[in-house]
């Protein structure tokens, strides 16, 4: 049963809402409220003066005002949620907003917490938008700004006018939300003090190409303020940081942070779990190992353990890490602790075990290639089987005597092993053009005749990685490829094809190139070469008469070189 009946409730809470406006409206606000609810969706009006006079003279605007109140046997909500009839909802939408209150009484004290929210045409519309049952009558409204002496209540008053001013019905219906807009630049009304926007939402605006104001069907209510400030953390000697942030949220509580998550609270200090890259967190650790003594560090805890010893044990893992992305060639920039999984630590292992591995051909057995994944990178590997289980090798060990051979003809062939990679397989982060290279010309002897189409073909595949990534190593191999088989391979497969690598690197061919193209396709009949050309020169129906010439399967294949890729690209 309540302490309070309902008329009693409505007395103690406009007598709140009465106080609090005196002290915080500047002597420039007066309310007034209706009794017994004689007007229908609103209970009054809050008056705003331009001076402390208070005539009519001065009179800068009046805000209608809905006020709620009930008793709670506690004050502890940071938001309420409280049910609104849709009906009047839109009576506040079509009066262009009010100003929405809550008083929670405590009972028998009659101490209070006032909460408010504006109920502008863009709230309202956004509310209106989230009703899915058709004859919903009521719908909860999320209250969460809280009334209190610390409120320049007169400002936040002014800030509802003046967004009140630029919420025209038309304008808001019509409006789109910012994920639809994507503007290059979003603008805010009434922000004078940074730490203003917990008392109230704030409304973003665009402008149209008449450069006027208007309104995103967007609100956004800032739970926190981040503030970042410049000074250098030095230690002896050395520079860890050269800023801090200080956080403040809607409650008022203040803290600092610096460095991967040190967080300092009153006179407390913690390391929080990494949300920074490897490099940032090692500066972190090694900033607390050197800033605080070991018996000061084992004073300290966390997750019930010993400081000291978790710190130890993190920079290990982060060692082994930065090893592990040095040796693969892996971006230690992009490379973030907090997205390591399972999965990832069980690979950083074994690619941390994997420089000391080499294929033993009196063992190993069964060899296949795996592509290792860490996070978003890969590494390209060898897996063998052998009598202790299985082990993984870096196939671009540059110390690796691995070949492969085949029988043609009788004739025994020895290939490079990175002869039979593809683009995808190409596409990892250990790979080396070096490498490659040495590996072809360490077998340059054997049969260069039988085995210059092969390496063709990773030229090929080499192009087509480059497609994806634009890494220029990739080309540089296609065009090193090209230029040592360029006796053995056909004048119009090299020029073609180096032809297509210049297209990549400058957009363009230069005069020479397209006098040799032209030089080909006047006297060749191969119709692969044509449609090639004709792509490479632009030459849009030239192109089309050759493709129409193959046959399904051709087409296919066709299509699988890279030279198709440049065909939407530079064909007009």
């Known amino acids: 049963m309540s302490y309070f009946d309902a008329k009693?409730?409505?007395?103690?809470?406009?007598?709140?809402i009465g106080s609090m406006i005196r002290k915080t409206g500047k002597h420039k606000m007066d309310q007034q409220i209706n009794e017994n609810d004689k007007e229908p969706s609103w209970d009054g009006y809050i008056m705003l003066y331009s001076d402390e006079k208070k005539n009519k003279k001065s009179i800068i605007c009046r805000i209608p005002i809905q006020l709620k109140g009930k008793e709670v046997k506690k004050l502890d909500n940071k938001f309420i949620s409280f049910p609104i009839e849709i009906c009047d909802l839109n009576n506040y939408f079509n009066d262009g907003g009010i100003i929405f209150f809550v008083v929670e009484v405590l009972a028998p004290s009659e101490e209070a917490r006032i909460f408010y929210k504006f109920l502008l045409p863009r709230d309202i519309q956004l509310i209106k938008d989230e009703i899915k049952k058709e004859g919903q009558k009521t719908v909860n409204v999320k209250i969460d700004c809280i009334l209190n002496e610390k409120v320049d209540f007169f400002k936040v008053c002014e800030k509802f006018k003046i967004e009140r001013d630029h919420q025209s019905i038309a304008q808001v219906k019509n409006a789109l939300p910012l994920e639809e807009i994507r503007p290059s630049k979003i603008e805010f009304l009434s922000v004078d003090d940074k730490f203003d926007i917990f008392n109230s939402p704030l409304y973003p605006y665009v402008r149209d190409e008449y450069n006027h104001l208007i309104p995103v069907r967007d609100v956004i209510e800032p739970t926190q303020i981040i503030i970042e400030r410049y000074s250098d953390f030095i230690v002896k000697g050395k520079k860890y940081f050269n800023s801090y942030k200080e956080h403040r949220d809607r409650e008022g509580e203040r803290y600092y942070s610096f460095g991967d998550r040190i967080v300092v609270k009153g006179e407390s200090i913690t390391l929080e779990p990494s949300m920074g890259t490897v490099i940032e967190r090692l500066n972190t650790i090694d900033f607390f190992v050197n800033t605080f003594s070991k018996e000061d560090l084992n004073k300290l805890e966390i997750n019930n353990k010993k400081a000291g010893d978790i710190l130890t044990e993190e920079k290990s893992i982060i060692n082994r890490v930065i090893h592990v992305c040095n040796k693969y060639k892996i971006d230690l920039n992009k490379f973030y602790i907090k997205n390591l999984s399972k999965a990832d630590y069980y690979f950083l292992e074994v690619l941390y075990d994997m420089e000391n591995n080499a294929f033993d051909f009196t063992t190993d057995s069964n060899p296949t290639l795996v592509k290792i994944p860490i996070q978003d990178n890969v590494v390209l590997a060898l897996k063998v089987k052998n009598d202790k289980g299985e082990k993984y090798i870096d196939y671009y060990d540059s110390n690796s005597k691995l070949i492969l051979i085949s029988e043609y003809e009788d004739i025994k062939l020895m290939y490079s092993r990175f002869v039979i990679l593809?683009?995808?397989?190409?596409?990892?982060?250990?790979?080396?053009?070096?490498?490659?290279?040495k590996s072809i010309k360490s077998l340059d002897y054997n049969n260069r005749n039988n085995v210059a189409d092969s390496y063709l073909l990773l030229a090929l595949e080499s192009i087509k990685a480059w497609d994806k990534i634009h890494n220029k190593e990739y080309l540089d191999l296609a065009n090193f490829i090209l230029e040592w088989y360029e006796d053995i391979l056909s004048y119009e497969i090299v020029k073609i094809n180096k032809a297509q690598i210049e297209m990549r690197l400058n957009t363009k061919l230069s005069?020479?190139?397209?006098?040799e193209l032209y030089n080909i396709l006047n006297s060749t009949t191969d119709e692969s070469c044509k449609a090639a050309i004709n792509i490479l020169i632009g030459n849009k129906e030239g192109f089309k008469t050759c493709f129409d010439k193959f046959s399904h399967d051709e087409k296919e294949r066709f299509s699988n070189f890279p030279i198709y890729n440049l065909y939407e690209d530079n064909v007009e």
């Open 511 to 515: 005069f020479d190139t397209m006098k």
């Open 8 to 16: 009693e409730i409505e007395i103690i809470s406009k007598e709140k």
């Open 422 to 437: 593809n683009s995808d397989l190409l596409l990892c982060c250990n790979f080396d053009k070096d490498t490659i290279i």
